[in-house]
């Protein structure tokens, strides 16, 4: 391939309020918690929930925050601030934890180490909480103004059930002990033995938690064992962790989850191996789908051998726990043979299931978990397409950072109904982003799914399948992508291909192959209404050329009511 070319906080009564922000701007940006609260006519309630403990302390300078937990016995509540948000953490005396991950003072050094946390407004709010007498830190925006707010822990903190605790303490204590490796042979140093890697397979239905619980256990394994780093199989191929939608990855970890997906999608890390499938179910392709985890993890196996480190496996699944579903489940598990598996129960019929059978006479330690209930309420509630669409905008447009602060506070009620980006912003981003001109000759088109088949004896239909579309960049084959590339538009005279990607342009020369799939283009990618009269995908034609424009299957809208039911049935 060759190249072509202020979100401030809500408003709330409260102690811990950052000082006063003079702009237009920032003033329209403070509705979400405005149209909260207005929903509460119990103003004292809501003042006094407000209110943070006499013992956290709040000092601001411009934006930036000094917080100070003067700790009292043990009286958690009182030991917890929740912070809504995004912005810079540092400890700066005494010890704390954030979702597992445990931040101290450094030895000889002024302050601890800084990490990003970003807490959206429409989720459960991250919570801070002090674990020594005396604590104090200090929070960073990452822009000009104040990015952040802090709110007392009664309102609608992150509370972990005690059963993820006590599993995530007895997991850390089994990688800590495991022996160290071995040399392969003396004649051959780069290779090591490992006696027995540890393997965490975290699976369950829909919205009882994997990826909080993965996000959890991947920070305790950072902060509290010796391991550097850990290795994340992301499994759940529709609502993935740290690649886009379509993609199942194997990758290193070595620093806390403490952001939503769409903001860990702004950032590279480094990929020990990843497979294009295409799709955001495993419903399409179920064997497809069982080679490419096993091939992920075999993988992991290879990568084991060229390090001393003994990184241990996480895998997340997704929550397809019923028929089919149910029998993929297990037949991964068998072949895995992970030394745990980690099942999350919900509390009904639908989101429960039994692998102790299956895996009875296995060496596989079996833990039941408790879902995490004060979630679902709230994250969970917001449709699987519109996750979806956060992380394929936040891959395709890392750099728009003010549209994703936008986004940390959203209301709740405004993503049930999807991400609607009104201003068209990342359709702008793209269509004025050069795409990368890739000629006819130089790669291999083709498609995955099934429903593309009666496509592919024709390759000029192939290529008008892909205008508009989604595509995977492969090196040989599905299973080495490099990353999703979308075809902006087709040159047919010249035989151009006009492809938009985020993938670093150093590893482009190698890719060979574009593999489509039935991943849909999100509506936010494309111009609408008044801005809609320069149409960013589109076919290089002339006059007596007249081509079709990107093809994807019609998919159904749930979410959608009839005028019917709407109206009361009438």
Not at 131 to 140: A, D, I, K, L, N
Request: charged share 20%; glycine share 6%; aromatic share 8%.
């Amino acid at each position: 391939m060759k190249n072509d070319q202020n979100m401030s906080l809500p408003e709330e009564e409260s102690s811990s309020d950052p000082p006063e922000v003079d702009s237009q701007d920032d003033r329209g940006q403070k509705r979400p918690l405005e149209e909260e609260d207005a929903e509460n006519d119990e103003e004292d309630k809501k003042d006094k929930e407000h209110e943070l403990p006499r013992n956290i302390l709040i000092e601001w300078n411009g934006q930036n925050a000094l917080v100070e937990i003067d700790c009292r016995g043990d009286n958690d509540l009182e030991n917890r601030i929740c912070i809504v948000g995004r912005g810079t953490i540092q400890c700066l005396q005494g010890s704390l934890h954030i979702l597992g991950y445990t931040m101290q003072k450094e030895e000889n050094v002024d302050t601890g180490a800084e990490v990003i946390l970003t807490s959206p407004f429409w989720s459960s709010w991250t919570t801070i909480q002090a674990t020594t007498p005396m604590v104090r830190f200090q929070v960073s925006s990452l822009r000009g103004t104040p990015s952040f707010r802090f709110a007392s822990a009664s309102r609608r903190p992150t509370i972990l059930p005690a059963s993820w605790i006590t599993t995530a303490d007895t997991i850390v204590s089994a990688c800590q002990k495991e022996p160290a490796p071995q040399r392969d042979s003396l004649e051959d140093d780069g290779i090591f033995v490992h006696a027995k890697p540890q393997i965490i397979f975290i699976c369950g239905g829909k919205g009882v938690g994997k990826s909080t619980f993965l996000r959890y256990l991947t920070n305790r394994l950072l902060s509290v064992s010796s391991h550097e780093e850990v290795a994340i199989l992301d499994a759940d191929v529709g609502q993935p962790e740290l690649v886009p939608p379509g993609i199942l990855s194997c990758t290193i970890q070595k620093t806390p989850l403490l952001q939503p997906p769409y903001w860990n999608l702004t950032e590279s890390r480094e990929n020990v191996a990843s497979v294009f499938y295409g799709a955001v179910s495993s419903k399409d392709d179920p064997s497809r789908y069982i080679e490419a985890i096993q091939y992920l993890v075999q993988a992991y196996r290879d990568h084991l051998k060229s390090t001393l480190n003994p990184t241990p496996l996480l895998i997340n699944m997704d929550g397809w726990i019923k028929g089919l579903g149910y029998e993929i489940l297990t037949s991964l598990a068998l072949s895995i043979a992970p030394t745990h598996v980690c099942q999350i129960l919900g509390s009904s019929k639908a989101k429960t299931f039994d692998l102790q059978r299956t895996l009875s006479g296995r060496e596989s330690t079996i833990y039941f978990l408790d879902a995490c209930t004060n979630l679902i309420s709230m994250s969970c509630s917001i449709p699987s397409f519109t996750l979806r669409s956060l992380r394929l905008g936040a891959y395709f447009g890392p750099n728009l950072e003010d549209l994703w602060d936008t986004l940390d506070f959203t209301p709740a009620k405004q993503l049930q109904v999807g991400w609607i980006d009104d201003g068209c912003i990342l359709a702008e981003y793209l269509a004025q982003e050069r795409p990368y001109c890739v000629p006819f000759e130089t790669v291999q088109c083709s498609f995955l799914s099934p429903d593309h088949d009666d496509l592919m004896a024709d390759e000029k239909r192939v290529l008008q399948a892909m205008n508009g579309a989604m595509v995977g960049l492969c090196v040989g084959n599905a299973n080495n992508c490099l990353g999703l590339g979308l075809v902006r538009s087709i040159d047919w005279q010249s035989e151009l291909l006009y492809v938009l990607t985020p993938v670093e342009s150093s590893f482009l020369p190698q890719v060979d192959m574009l593999v489509g799939g039935n991943l849909p283009l999100p509506l936010s990618f494309v111009l609408r209404g008044v801005h809609a009269e320069s149409f960013p995908y589109q076919s290089m034609t002339n006059a007596s050329v007249v081509t079709a424009l990107g093809v994807d299957p019609m998919k159904s809208r749930n979410n959608i009511g009839r005028k019917g039911s709407m109206n009361g049935g009438n």
